[in-house]
């Protein structure tokens, strides 16, 4: 599998992530999306509303503010309960979360090396003197203090004067606007159990140890869906809500599936008794190999009644449904399928990442799905000193790109602009050459065909210039490249 060093360093160097502030020394555990990264992204999040928000009769959708009123979080439990232990280092002042401490490679003085200084890796004794860590795995000098909770909510103030009054919070979830909004949707929209309410936006966390690239930052993107069901009804001889949480689980990991990642790479986990979250009753994580290990991509929770409940005790307002069947009020139960953008970013990427050797040479390829390729199309003329070859392929770019991103590039031979496309995984290229627009010199008529080379198989068939929007339709809206060529040769 791709390391992560590599996948960084491609981000970088191709313009998918950029640490943020970087000139200024950077921001700790803050990312900024280059020009492929936010189109990236901007796909994630466009295929994950279409398919889960366009398509489905029972979700619909909100953007509800970051900024919510402070006794939100008191009413959810994050201002009580959103922390981590953690501890600090007396001598270098870093902060550690507790649990993490020991999944840390550790500095060591090591006494029977004359007090030589080395890193031992996580959970390892010295080869030497064969002493776990004890001190601060930063300095190896430091005592670290006794656990304390520490919360993860970033707090600020509303309004001109910064006083306890106006103390409010960056939201750590997207989850609390869709309780909070219930009424509202529901009224609004006329719905009936079960539904769902989708957002898609960003988050804030203060983590204590954030770190692994864009795995775990201060700053991230959820995209969450509340999934609203009558605690009452029964699917198929079982409680509705149990049900629909399976039915949550299995959809979820196909479309992750569907867009690229691997089976061998993807796995549930069931959270233990003690490790769910206090308005959980079930919490099933979809765990992904991503290249640091086996790690959380997403978690499907059932929430019960317990977040309504909340809200209806801290606003005084009552959050139910009225069953019209059974003549009822009830509080619905909640299923929560709860992912990160980032993190479907990272492991769709790693997935996606391919070197392999062609003609003695190494490739590198990204291949992505082409609903999330930052590019669908790059427009290259075989030769950028013909006036009329560069024109062509800029009237093609103009054309294609009012339906798709396409780029146009001219700035090195063939060979290594199908290599920089391939690198950040542009699902076609497309090439202008002598024959698209004939050798008056020579007597050589236009023949109006252009040359599409398909990323993954690297062949390449002769199309129309005229048919070009009705090909791209079909290789991008899903038709096989093989059938596709079957199809144009027979034009
Ligand atoms: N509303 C439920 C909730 O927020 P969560 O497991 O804390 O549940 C859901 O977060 C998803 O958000 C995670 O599975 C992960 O993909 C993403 N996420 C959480 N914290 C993150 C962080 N610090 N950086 C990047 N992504 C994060």
Redesign the pocket.
């Known amino acids: 599998m791709v390391t992560m060093e590599t996948l960084v360093s491609l981000c970088k160097r191709r313009g998918f992530v950029f640490q943020s502030s970087e000139i200024y020394g950077g921001t700790g555990s803050c990312w900024d999306y280059g020009p492929f990264g936010v189109e990236l992204k901007n796909n994630i999040k466009r295929v994950w509303w279409r398919d889960f928000v366009q398509r489905r009769p029972d979700v619909v959708g909100i953007d509800a503010s970051i900024l919510m009123h402070p006794t939100v979080w008191k009413a959810s439990g994050h201002l009580d309960l959103f922390t981590d232990p953690m501890v600090d280092c007396r001598e270098c002042k870093l902060r550690f979360r507790a649990d993490h401490v020991d999944a840390l490679p550790w500095t060591h003085y090591c006494p029977a090396t004359k007090g030589n200084k080395f890193t031992i890796p996580a959970g390892e004794p010295c080869g030497h003197c064969g002493a776990r860590r004890t001190l601060c795995p930063n300095c190896g000098k430091g005592e670290l203090t006794a656990p304390r909770q520490f919360n993860l909510m970033f707090k600020t103030f509303m309004g001109p004067v910064e006083e306890d009054a106006a103390v409010t919070y960056l939201r750590?979830?997207?989850?609390q606007a869709m309780f909070v909004n219930f009424e509202n949707v529901l009224q609004s929209m006329r719905l009936k159990l079960p539904f769902g309410i989708a957002q898609a936006g960003r988050?804030f966390?203060n983590?204590i140890t954030?770190g692994n690239f864009?795995?775990?930052?201060?700053e991230?993107e959820?995209m969450?869906i509340e999934y609203f069901v009558n605690p009452h009804d029964r699917v198929d001889g079982r409680p509705a809500d149990e049900h629909w949480h399976d039915r949550w689980i299995e959809d979820c990991l196909a479309w992750f599936r569907r867009y690229g990642l691997r089976d061998e790479h993807l796995r549930l986990r069931e959270h233990d008794r003690d490790e769910l979250s206090h308005y959980a009753k079930r919490t099933v994580?979809i765990d992904y190999r991503f290249p640091i290990g086996w790690s959380?991509?997403?978690?499907i929770?059932n929430r019960t009644d317990f977040d309504l409940k909340q809200h209806a005790k801290w606003s005084g307002k009552s959050l139910s449904y009225f069953d019209e069947e059974r003549k009822e009020h009830v509080v619905p139960y909640v299923v929560?399928p709860?992912?990160?953008v980032?993190?479907?970013l990272l492991a769709f990427l790693a997935d996606a990442y391919l070197e392999e050797e062609v003609r003695g040479e190494k490739r590198v390829v990204l291949r992505f799905h082409p609903d999330l390729a930052p590019v669908k199309v790059a427009v290259l003329p075989l030769l950028k000193k013909r006036e009329d070859i560069v024109r062509t392929a800029h009237a093609i770019r103009d054309e294609l790109s009012r339906q798709w991103r396409v780029v146009y590039d001219d700035t090195a031979a063939i060979g290594r602009l199908y290599r920089r496309q391939d690198e950040v995984g542009t699902s076609y290229c497309v090439t202008v050459d002598v024959q698209t627009v004939g050798d008056t010199d020579k007597g050589e008529r236009a023949d109006g065909k252009v040359t599409i080379r398909d990323r993954d198989s690297m062949e390449q068939i002769r199309v129309p210039v005229s048919q070009l929007m009705a090909v791209f339709g079909d290789l991008l809206g899903g038709a096989g490249w093989a059938d596709v060529a079957a199809g144009v040769g027979r034009a």
């Open positions: 750590p979830e997207t989850a988050s966390r983590e954030p864009i795995f775990r930052s201060r991230f959820q969450e994580d959380e991509l997403m978690g929770a929560e709860a992912a990160g980032d993190r479907a």
